[in-house]
């Protein structure tokens, strides 16, 4: 595709995805930034990746995705945006300086019994579990197709560590699918070994809308790409003569008024075709966040109606008609001069703010767990001002401490359920002097992406016979890669950039560490509880002797 001045590129959706083709557009395929449009729904960038709030009213993040240092889109994307602090710094290297200097490495990874360490030294498989991890391994997709975690596994495996380190560092639910575990399991098996004290996570400054999103918005606006916030786009027309794909016509409302634009066919037009936290709604410290059940969907309704227009634009019902099983709740706590709950805290698990990671209540009945993030988590939080963020996974039972649903209980009532299971039952009214709010934020797509589903439900990035238009986000179809992180959304925005733009540049590669014999040999031994076997100079049959694991690959 000829790149000229007169290009214009419709980058449907304002989240990382968008932001990051933007980039590449600019960066790699040298388009004006006043060429490019983002148009967002809402009245902020960023998708998942936020962060808001006040000293006064509190603070809300709705979540933080988990990043790793083969994150290799990730790191070349930010070693190019500027940071905010110092110019003459990129914001990996912030980043690297970071986790270089507050590396995590978590000291309590589950408690139960209200605030009692559990022992977290290793995995907990049972050398049947074991197998079971390396039968997934072995399994094509094509063979899993839409079985889910509970079909596979047996009932042991949901009793282990690494049941409880896994659904919630990725908040899996036993419904979803097994697919995409294997996904992760291969995507990130050089991880496997440390899991239990979450080594070789990547943590931010502040949460990752200020650290991540805002400089990378900055940069984009210095360059002159026009944010067009408030558009509410509801369609997209198509030509589909001669066997191909052209995006026509963007339908949009603004201000309540139908609008139209008119797309060239040497235009581009990428598409986010869901949002994992579409019709969030938000509580307080007195109200339940209200799950919103409308059949307005935002891009998963557009998505829908592209759906019955082309086969090749996938399935969209796979992952957004069962709300239940994708929704999540999750609550950020803003305290004010608190000389209770963080002194317990730093006594209870021994991680300083942001060095610790998610700690999981074993014995929660909403499977809950938290995170203390590095202070501070927001740029304009006072000093005598902190913040706690937790989550959890079943919302439908009755509390242990508070006898309601999570979903149907207030901000105040969620934070007591959590002093609760950290073991400060007897001091919450007085916690509760200092608490400056609770928000609570239902996700009713959040984890959509994990729903089982088979090859042609999520469409590819470029679909075939596409001349102008590609879908990013995390419902398309990357091979090897793992949805609900950035890189996804990153290696996709890359995909479609250097696809219709006609660049000759590869795609970074997703990191291929399952066919490491090294990381292989490691996972093994961790996944067997072998710590005594040395690594060093030993071949994989000496390692692997008289294990269930060689009998498997041997037979």
Wanted: glycine share 6%; net charge negative.
């Amino acid at each position: 595709m000829k790149n000229d001045q007169k290009k214009n590129a419709y980058l449907i959706g304002g989240g990382v995805g968008s932001l990051s083709a933007a980039a590449y557009l600019i960066r790699d395929a040298h388009m004006a930034g006043k060429n490019i449009h983002i148009l967002e729904q809402l009245e902020v960038t960023g998708g998942s990746m936020d962060g808001s709030g006040t000293a006064e009213a509190g603070y809300t993040a709705r979540g933080g995705r988990e990043i790793e240092c083969h994150f290799e889109c990730f790191k070349d994307l930010f070693a190019t945006i500027p940071s905010l602090k110092d110019p003459d710094k990129s914001v990996l290297d912030e980043f690297r300086e970071l986790n270089i200097e507050e590396p995590i490495e978590s000291h309590c990874r589950i408690v139960s019994h209200q605030g009692k360490k559990e022992d977290f030294s290793n995995l907990g498989l049972s050398r049947e579990n074991a197998m079971e991890l390396a039968r997934l391994h072995m399994l094509t997709e094509e063979k899993l197709g839409a079985t889910t975690i509970e079909e596979f596994f047996t009932p042991s495996f949901f009793e282990t560590n690494f049941w409880f380190f896994w659904a919630t560092m990725f908040a899996f639910e036993k419904w979803h699918s097994v697919l995409e575990v294997k996904r992760y399991e291969e995507r990130f098996m050089h991880m496997i070994g440390g899991m239990n004290r979450l080594k070789g996570i990547l943590h931010t400054e502040y949460n990752q809308y200020d650290s991540l999103i805002l400089p990378l918005v900055t940069w984009l606006k210095k360059n002159d790409v026009n944010f067009d916030m408030g558009c509410r786009v509801t369609d997209i027309d198509f030509d589909f003569s001669e066997n191909q794909k052209t995006a026509t016509v963007i339908h949009y409302i603004r201000d309540g008024k139908d609008a139209a634009i008119d797309v060239k066919k040497d235009d581009m037009v990428l598409f986010t075709n869901g949002s994992m936290t579409a019709n969030t709604t938000i509580g307080d410290l007195d109200h339940p966040a209200i799950l919103n059940r409308s059949e307005d969907k935002g891009c998963f309704s557009v998505w829908e109606k592209l759906a019955k227009k082309s086969p090749d634009f996938g399935h969209p019902e796979t992952f957004c008609t069962d709300i239940d099983k994708s929704k999540y709740l999750s609550f950020t706590v803003t305290l004010k001069d608190d000389e209770i709950v963080f002194p317990y805290l730093f006594e209870l698990t021994e991680d300083k703010p942001g060095m610790g990671g998610l700690v999981t209540i074993k014995d929660s009945s909403w499977f809950m767990s938290w995170v203390i993030p590095k202070d501070p988590h927001f740029i304009n939080q006072p000093e005598n001002v902190k913040v706690i963020w937790a989550y959890a996974l079943n919302l439908d039972v009755e509390g242990d401490y508070i006898h309601k649903t999570m979903s149907d209980c207030t901000g105040r009532e969620m934070f007591e359920e959590l002093l609760y299971h950290m073991g400060l039952k007897d001091r919450i009214p007085e916690v509760l002097d200092h608490t400056v709010n609770v928000i609570p934020t239902m996700m009713p797509y959040i984890t959509s992406q994990f729903m089982p589903r088979v090859a042609g439900d999520r469409p590819d990035v470029v679909p075939a016979g596409s001349q102008n238009f590609a879908f990013v986000g995390q419902y398309t179809e990357i091979p090897h890669d793992c949805v609900f992180t950035v890189e996804y959304s990153l290696r996709g925005a890359m995909m479609a950039v250097y696809t219709l733009m006609g660049l000759h540049k590869e795609v970074i590669p997703v990191y291929p560490s399952q066919y490491d014999i090294r990381v292989l040999a490691n996972t093994a031994k961790t996944c067997l509880n072998l710590d005594k076997v040395p690594l060093q100079n030993r071949t994989i049959g000496e390692l692997l002797k008289d294990t269930e694991l060689l009998k498997l690959l041997t037979s």
